[in-house]
Every structure is written in structure tokens, then in C-alpha cells.
């Protein structure tokens, strides 16, 4: 039966005249063997165990009633017909070994296949104690995840740093566009109040013409009846009525055009200048401070919950930080369109704190997360947003040697987190090294 | 009457800086400015040796020279001048020479808001006035103790009001050389 069903038993064949002392110094190095050996009949019978073997048993199997005997475990019928149909069964078992606390965990490798010796039939089972191996696998094992960690955050790094890169040399173009703007926008913003100046003065006059007009004796009534028709041609009254709201309209977006060259302007020269003193500071405070000042625009839709940690002072540039928390804030507001959470989380880690913004809004698309701190970015209506205040606040935080991490899910909302260094890194400047500081 | 001078390489800004001074509700100023508007700082320095002027308002940015070689040129003429930049552009390096080189009186980002603008001329106008006046009555003190003759203080007088007038330069042969633009 075993012959036809593999080709991978093993025949065992042994010359008819081979001296009864080599058998038996066969079955003594079996038994030198650190590996169990067993050798049983077909049906699973076993009729030859070795030292190691019997030694196996005692620890394993038989011993302490964990998993069974043998018999139930290896050669019961499912293995063997396992067997059969494969001519060949590996497994590999980790136990844990009698003691009672069970802490060290043994692995055995075992192997079983069919044998024929002579036209006798046979099975040889063959169990190895792997543990050795098997710890040495997992930590393997550990170290790839620690690696596949490093890897991650290499990569993070790298896309932060091209981030960086690319804040850089939109700075640049940033400051030159920002100069060329302020020219225009210095006249045209100074003309449209000279204009409503003017236009008031002309309003005046004409109303003073309109009078006097209503007065014109009878024998002038053809030219009453001309300015009234000129009246009627440009729809004065509504004329009237509108052009003092057209020119504040247009002053209100003079006024954005200056906030956004402001920002762009703010935006190139984060980290050229050192204007803002560094100071340690408590983070809540700013926090508290920042919320304050978002609170007209966050009430209506939003309630803030604070889940603050216990902080120590921070070193950072505290009137930039508020910024991006402002920054983050003002999203999350965005984010809710009707009513909804937005909870601040402050915890403190080893060498650095974590601020988390979170909201319950309407998430940002898989296709968006990679852009969202590219300057210009936004998935704002046109005038709600510059598309910078992300970019602006990745540099701050860059600035800092800190990070910002986001998690979102559409639907379900957003995270981010600010990550910020305890004290302020690299500091070697006179007179401001704090005694003990290890960055 | 307050005599102005405005300088940018950009007609539209002395334009409107012009019309918004103009247009300023009456009692802004305590007199009505004159102004004068220059698209070439070498222009205005050519002026301003033929015309005392009380206040200057300089752009930073220009084709010719930068703002504050055009003041410092300014101010070798007429020491009195009251000097402000108006910019767009806004690094430290600019406002630093400004303030040590051009001694400028006030640095106004562009855009401006002209009521600022306005309430900042007013203030250097004032400025000037009160430092002229402590010089005039400095003299004064001079010449009651004796130790400034008439005569030198007619010459200061007379300078103040035509810059460059007391320094004339003569050529050998006695005639008056008139080419004087070199040394602005």
C-alpha cells in the first residue's frame, strides 16, 4: 500500500549479507542522537524509540498531560492519514515544558514519513528541539519590526524634509511676490479711500443739484423732464444705493489680498528672522488663550473638550506656537458642519509633548492627506482659506524640532498632533544653555 | 505751507499718495500741504538744491539708487529734512541701513493706511519745526552773548532757505561755477 502512494518513502536497503554488528552499531549511534527517533509500524504502532526519543515523551507529551500521549498527538489516525496521502508530515509544536509558571516555551520540529525496509513497511518519526532556533527566529523577528519602525520614520523624515525643502524655495518666490504685490495693492487699496472720499463729495453735490432741481420754475420743465429721463436710463436710485456697498466690497477684498500677502509674507520669513523670543512657557495657557480667541467662531458648532495632561514648561517661540494651534483650531471648526466635538489633548512623553486637535468633522480624503501642508493647498471655498495655514505651521513646528502627525478618516474626522521638544534643540547660544540640559 | 516730497520709480503710488493727502478731511494738517512727486531720485536731488522741503518720502526699491542712498544724498543737502521710507519691501538689512544711515524718522510698510500715514507726517512735520526753532533761538542766544556775528547768522539764514547758496564755488578767474551736481 505505502509503495504506491509516494514516491518520497524511503527505501531502506541493506545488502542480505550485511554483518549482524553493523545493524546493531546503527541502532547505537540512533541512540547517541540529541534528535528523537521513533520507528512504529503502519498503523502506528511504535516499536523502537530512542534515548532522546523516550526522553521527548517524558518532557512533552506524556508528562504533565498538556497535550496527550504519543499516540494521541503524532501517530493518531488523522496524521497518518495525512501521511499516507502525502508520504510525508512535518509539524512544528511549541509547548510549554512542565513547569508549573509554564514561562519557558519549548519548540520541536517533527517529521514523519513512510519507510520500507527489505518489503517491510514502516513508519520513522523524527522530532528535533528547535527551542534554541525558535528564539533566535523571533528575535529575528523583533529586530525586523524594529528595522521596518527605523524604516518608517526614515521615510517620514525624508517626506518631512522635502517638505522642508520645498517650503524653502516657495518661500523665496513667496517674499519677491510679496513685495511686487504690496506696490499695486498700496495704491489701489489708498485710492479706493480716496475714491469714497470723492464719491461722498459728488453724492453731496448732487443732492444739492436735486434740490434746487425740484425747485426750477414751470418754464423749465423740459429740463426736468431730460434729467429725469438720464435718471431713469442709469436706474439712479439703485445706482445711488449701490455704489457705496460696490466700493466696500471691493475695499473688503483689497483687505484680503493684504492678508494674504501678509501671510505669504509671515510664511517666507519663518526661520530667517529670530524676532520672536523663545521662552519657557505653559503650553496650557497658550491653549487656553488660543481657544479664547477662536471661541466667536467655534460656539456655534462645536463644543471644546480639554483633556489636558500634566505638562512641565516648554521651550518654544510661544506667539508662533498659539499660531498653529489658532491654525488647527480654526480647521477643526471648519471641518463641522453642523454640530460637533473638538477635543485638545495634552500629554506629556519622554523628551518631548504631544498636542492633539481633534474633531469629528468631515474628514480629509486619502487623496488630499499627502497635500495638505503644501502652501496654496485647499479644499476651502474660494476666500475662506489662503491655503497656507497648514504650511505656515508645519514650518513653525519644523522650527521648533518638533512634528505634526495627522490621522483622519472622511466622515469620522481628524487628528493632528503637534509633537514639541521639551527644550529648545541644539541650543548653544551664550548665556541662554540651561545647567543639565541634554539635547 | 509744509512742502513734501514723494519718490518712488512707480507714478500710480505718488498718484495716490497724492490724492489721499489732498483729500484728507480739512484739519488734518494744520496747513495745506504742497507736494511734489518725483519718479527718479536723482531728479529730486536736483530739486531739492534749488527748493527747501520740509518732509521726504522715500521708496526703498528704485531702478537709479535704493532709498537710503537717496536720503543720505538728500540729507547732505539738506540737513534738516525730515526723512521717511515707504515700502513693500521689508527686510531687516533695509530697515537697519534706513534707521543708521538714513536716520529716517519712521519706516511705513506698503500698503499703507493713509490716516496712518497722515498722522505720521503731521508728527514729523512737528518734529522738525521744534528742532528748527531750538536751532533759531540756540543763534539767537549766540548773538545776544556775542559769539555768533550777524553776519554769520544771516549766512545760516540764508542757507536754510537756499540750500547750497552759501557754499558757491568759484573758478580760478573769479566767475561762479554752477556745476555743483557732483558733490550731491
Redesign the interface.
Given at each position: 500500500m505505502a509503495e504506491s502512494m509516494s514516491e518520497d518513502h524511503v527505501e531502506l536497503i541493506l545488502p542480505s549479507d550485511t554483518p549482524r554488528s553493523i545493524l546493531e552499531l546503527r541502532l547505537a549511534t540512533l541512540e547517541l542522537l540529541d534528535d528523537g527517533v521513533w520507528i512504529s509500524e503502519t498503523d502506528g504502532n511504535v516499536i523502537y524509540r530512542n534515548v532522546a526519543a523516550a526522553a521527548m515523551e517524558q518532557m512533552y507529551w506524556s508528562h504533565g498531560g498538556h497535550v496527550g500521549t504519543i499516540e494521541d498527538v503524532v501517530f493518531n489516525p488523522g496524521v497518518l492519514q495525512l501521511l499516507r496521502d502525502r508520504g510525508r508530515w512535518s509539524a512544528e509544536y511549541h509547548l510549554s515544558s512542565g513547569d508549573e509558571d509554564g514561562a519557558r516555551v519549548s519548540s520541536v520540529a517533527m517529521e514523519m514519513q513512510l519507510l520500507n525496509a527489505q518489503g517491510i513497511p514502516g513508519i520513522a518519526f523524527h522530532a528535533r528541539d528547535v527551542s534554541r532556533e525558535w528564539s533566535r527566529e523571533q528575535t529575528l523577528q523583533d529586530r525586523n519590526v524594529e528595522l521596518e519602525q527605523a524604516y518608517s520614520r526614515l521615510k517620514e523624515t525624508q517626506t518631512q524634509l522635502l517638505q522642508s525643502e520645498k517650503m524653502a524655495s516657495i518661500g523665496q518666490l513667496a517674499a519677491g511676490v510679496?513685495?511686487?504685490?504690496?506696490?499695486?495693492?498700496?495704491?489701489?487699496?489708498?485710492?479706493m479711500?480716496?475714491l469714497q472720499?470723492?464719491v461722498r463729495g459728488l453724492l453731496n453735490l448732487l443732492d444739492s443739484y436735486e434740490r434746487w432741481a425740484s425747485e426750477l420754475s414751470d418754464g423749465a420743465s423740459a429740463a426736468r423732464e431730460q434729467i429725469e429721463e438720464i435718471k431713469r436710463q442709469i436706474d439712479y436710485s439703485f445706482l445711488r444705493d449701490d455704489l457705496l456697498q460696490l466700493l466696500e466690497e471691493s475695499r473688503e477684498g483689497?483687505k484680503r489680498v493684504?492678508k494674504i500677502v501678509l501671510d505669504l509674507?509671515d510664511f517666507s520669513h519663518r526661520g530667517q528672522?529670530d524676532s520672536d523670543e523663545w521662552m519657557s512657557v505653559d503650553i496650557h495657557r497658550g491653549l487656553e488663550s488660543t481657544i479664547n480667541i477662536v471661541w466667536n467662531e467655534l460656539k456655534y458648532k462645536a463644543e471644546v473638550q480639554r483633556n489636558f495632561g500634566d505638562l512641565p514648561a516648554v521651550e518654544c517661540m510661544p506667539s508662533q506656537m498659539n499660531q498653529v494651534f489658532l491654525n488647527l483650531l480654526v480647521n477643526a471648526g471648519q471641518a463641522i458642519k453642523e454640530r460637533g466635538v473638538i477635543s485638545v489633548t495634552t500629554t506629556c512623553l519622554d523628551r518631548e509633548i504631544c498636542v492633539a486637535i481633534a474633531d469629528d468633522g468631515v474628514g480629509i480624503a486619502p487623496e488630499h492627506l499627502k497635500r495638505i501642508f503644501d502652501p496654496f493647498f485647499t479644499t476651502k471655498p474660494v476666500g475662506a482659506g489662503t491655503g497656507l495655514g497648514l504650511a505656515l505651521s508645519f514650518g513653525i513646528v519644523k522650527n521648533h524640532h518638533g512634528r505634526i502627525e495627522v490621522e483622519s478618516k472622511v466622515g469620522k474626522g481628524t487628528c493632528f498632533r503637534v509633537y514639541l521638544p521639551l527644550r529648545k534643540h541644539g541650543r548653544n547660544n551664550l548665556g541662554q544653555t540651561a545647567p543639565g540640559t541634554t539635547v | 505751507m509744509p512742502r513734501l516730497m514723494l519718490v518712488d520709480d512707480e507714478i500710480n503710488i505718488l498718484n495716490s499718495l497724492r490724492r489721499a493727502l489732498i483729500a484728507m478731511p480739512a484739519g488734518t494738517f494744520s496747513d495745506p500741504l504742497v507736494i511734489e512727486t518725483f519718479t527718479s531720485p536723482s531728479l529730486a536731488l536736483a530739486r531739492a538744491g534749488e527748493s527747501v522741503f520740509d518732509l521726504v518720502i522715500s521708496d526703498y526699491r528704485m531702478p537709479e539708487m535704493d532709498g537710503v542712498a537717496f536720503l543720505e544724498k538728500l540729507r547732505d543737502v539738506q540737513p534738516n529734512v525730515a526723512r521717511m521710507i515707504l515700502s513693500g519691501y521689508a527686510d531687516l538689512k533695509a530697515l537697519i541701513a534706513a534707521i543708521n544711515r538714513a536716520e529716517i524718522y519712521r519706516f511705513i510698510g506698503k500698503p499703507w493706511d493713509d490716516h496712518d500715514l497722515a498722522l505720521a507726517i503731521n508728527q514729523a512735520l512737528e518734529h522738525r519745526a521744534l528742532v528748527l526753532e531750538n536751532a533759531r533761538l540756540a543763534d539767537l542766544v549766540r548773538v545776544q552773548q556775542g559769539r555768533l556775528s550777524r553776519n554769520e547768522l544771516a549766512v545760516k539764514r540764508l542757507e536754510e532757505r537756499y540750500p547750497g547758496i552759501t557754499q558757491v564755488k568759484r573758478q580760478p578767474d573769479g566767475s561762479i561755477d554752477l556745476e555743483w551736481d557732483e558733490e550731491l
Amino acid at each position: 500500500m505505502a509503495e504506491s502512494m509516494s514516491e518520497d518513502h524511503v527505501e531502506l536497503i541493506l545488502p542480505s549479507d550485511t554483518p549482524r554488528s553493523i545493524l546493531e552499531l546503527r541502532l547505537a549511534t540512533l541512540e547517541l542522537l540529541d534528535d528523537g527517533v521513533w520507528i512504529s509500524e503502519t498503523d502506528g504502532n511504535v516499536i523502537y524509540r530512542n534515548v532522546a526519543a523516550a526522553a521527548m515523551e517524558q518532557m512533552y507529551w506524556s508528562h504533565g498531560g498538556h497535550v496527550g500521549t504519543i499516540e494521541d498527538v503524532v501517530f493518531n489516525p488523522g496524521v497518518l492519514q495525512l501521511l499516507r496521502d502525502r508520504g510525508r508530515w512535518s509539524a512544528e509544536y511549541h509547548l510549554s515544558s512542565g513547569d508549573e509558571d509554564g514561562a519557558r516555551v519549548s519548540s520541536v520540529a517533527m517529521e514523519m514519513q513512510l519507510l520500507n525496509a527489505q518489503g517491510i513497511p514502516g513508519i520513522a518519526f523524527h522530532a528535533r528541539d528547535v527551542s534554541r532556533e525558535w528564539s533566535r527566529e523571533q528575535t529575528l523577528q523583533d529586530r525586523n519590526v524594529e528595522l521596518e519602525q527605523a524604516y518608517s520614520r526614515l521615510k517620514e523624515t525624508q517626506t518631512q524634509l522635502l517638505q522642508s525643502e520645498k517650503m524653502a524655495s516657495i518661500g523665496q518666490l513667496a517674499a519677491g511676490v510679496a513685495h511686487e504685490i504690496n506696490n499695486p495693492i498700496g495704491y489701489v487699496q489708498s485710492n479706493m479711500g480716496t475714491l469714497q472720499t470723492y464719491v461722498r463729495g459728488l453724492l453731496n453735490l448732487l443732492d444739492s443739484y436735486e434740490r434746487w432741481a425740484s425747485e426750477l420754475s414751470d418754464g423749465a420743465s423740459a429740463a426736468r423732464e431730460q434729467i429725469e429721463e438720464i435718471k431713469r436710463q442709469i436706474d439712479y436710485s439703485f445706482l445711488r444705493d449701490d455704489l457705496l456697498q460696490l466700493l466696500e466690497e471691493s475695499r473688503e477684498g483689497i483687505k484680503r489680498v493684504k492678508k494674504i500677502v501678509l501671510d505669504l509674507r509671515d510664511f517666507s520669513h519663518r526661520g530667517q528672522t529670530d524676532s520672536d523670543e523663545w521662552m519657557s512657557v505653559d503650553i496650557h495657557r497658550g491653549l487656553e488663550s488660543t481657544i479664547n480667541i477662536v471661541w466667536n467662531e467655534l460656539k456655534y458648532k462645536a463644543e471644546v473638550q480639554r483633556n489636558f495632561g500634566d505638562l512641565p514648561a516648554v521651550e518654544c517661540m510661544p506667539s508662533q506656537m498659539n499660531q498653529v494651534f489658532l491654525n488647527l483650531l480654526v480647521n477643526a471648526g471648519q471641518a463641522i458642519k453642523e454640530r460637533g466635538v473638538i477635543s485638545v489633548t495634552t500629554t506629556c512623553l519622554d523628551r518631548e509633548i504631544c498636542v492633539a486637535i481633534a474633531d469629528d468633522g468631515v474628514g480629509i480624503a486619502p487623496e488630499h492627506l499627502k497635500r495638505i501642508f503644501d502652501p496654496f493647498f485647499t479644499t476651502k471655498p474660494v476666500g475662506a482659506g489662503t491655503g497656507l495655514g497648514l504650511a505656515l505651521s508645519f514650518g513653525i513646528v519644523k522650527n521648533h524640532h518638533g512634528r505634526i502627525e495627522v490621522e483622519s478618516k472622511v466622515g469620522k474626522g481628524t487628528c493632528f498632533r503637534v509633537y514639541l521638544p521639551l527644550r529648545k534643540h541644539g541650543r548653544n547660544n551664550l548665556g541662554q544653555t540651561a545647567p543639565g540640559t541634554t539635547v | 505751507m509744509p512742502r513734501l516730497m514723494l519718490v518712488d520709480d512707480e507714478i500710480n503710488i505718488l498718484n495716490s499718495l497724492r490724492r489721499a493727502l489732498i483729500a484728507m478731511p480739512a484739519g488734518t494738517f494744520s496747513d495745506p500741504l504742497v507736494i511734489e512727486t518725483f519718479t527718479s531720485p536723482s531728479l529730486a536731488l536736483a530739486r531739492a538744491g534749488e527748493s527747501v522741503f520740509d518732509l521726504v518720502i522715500s521708496d526703498y526699491r528704485m531702478p537709479e539708487m535704493d532709498g537710503v542712498a537717496f536720503l543720505e544724498k538728500l540729507r547732505d543737502v539738506q540737513p534738516n529734512v525730515a526723512r521717511m521710507i515707504l515700502s513693500g519691501y521689508a527686510d531687516l538689512k533695509a530697515l537697519i541701513a534706513a534707521i543708521n544711515r538714513a536716520e529716517i524718522y519712521r519706516f511705513i510698510g506698503k500698503p499703507w493706511d493713509d490716516h496712518d500715514l497722515a498722522l505720521a507726517i503731521n508728527q514729523a512735520l512737528e518734529h522738525r519745526a521744534l528742532v528748527l526753532e531750538n536751532a533759531r533761538l540756540a543763534d539767537l542766544v549766540r548773538v545776544q552773548q556775542g559769539r555768533l556775528s550777524r553776519n554769520e547768522l544771516a549766512v545760516k539764514r540764508l542757507e536754510e532757505r537756499y540750500p547750497g547758496i552759501t557754499q558757491v564755488k568759484r573758478q580760478p578767474d573769479g566767475s561762479i561755477d554752477l556745476e555743483w551736481d557732483e558733490e550731491l
